[in-house]
């Protein structure tokens, strides 16, 4: 058993930063995985569509379940139009931009040398980045460097 103090606060610093270093890197991933994912939604956008109807569908039913007879029908019908306006609001919101913002967050909010995934992220950042400057000339937007940067 160690008895010297310095022993102590040397492992507790190694296990500090090495918990530190693994939490960063699964957040990096984490990240990298969204922005993949936002990367084909932009590609394929009626995958995007059916996974959130499939994602309203299943809340609603959920929502019937838990409130069966206990919720008026007016809060219930509140509800509906809340989650309506939601799923909405979600399909139709930049996938190009939303890829981007999560490649950009893996690279550099969630980097450390010897992650892995902060580096597949950066890489794929450029892409992504031209990719969402080009649906915004697309739409007629006039846009500057520093504004998606």
Known sequence: M????AA????AVSAFFLLAAADLALRS???LLRAVREEYWRDNPSAKAA???????RETAADKRAAAGTASPEAAAR??????AEKEFRITESSAKLACLW?????KDFYFPLNPWAARAGAGLPA??????????AQGVKTEV????
């Open 146 to 149: 520093w504004m998606t940067e």
């Open 29 to 31: 991933r984490s990240a």
């Open 128 to 137: 992504a980045l031209a990719a969402w400057r080009a649906e915004l000339a």
């Open 8 to 11: 102590w606060a040397a492992i």
């Open 51 to 57: 996974y959130y109807e499939a994602e309203y569908a």
């Open 103 to 107: 490649y950009r967050t893996a690279a």
């Open 2 to 5: 160690l008895k010297r103090p």
């Open 79 to 84: 509800a509906a139009a809340l989650r309506t």
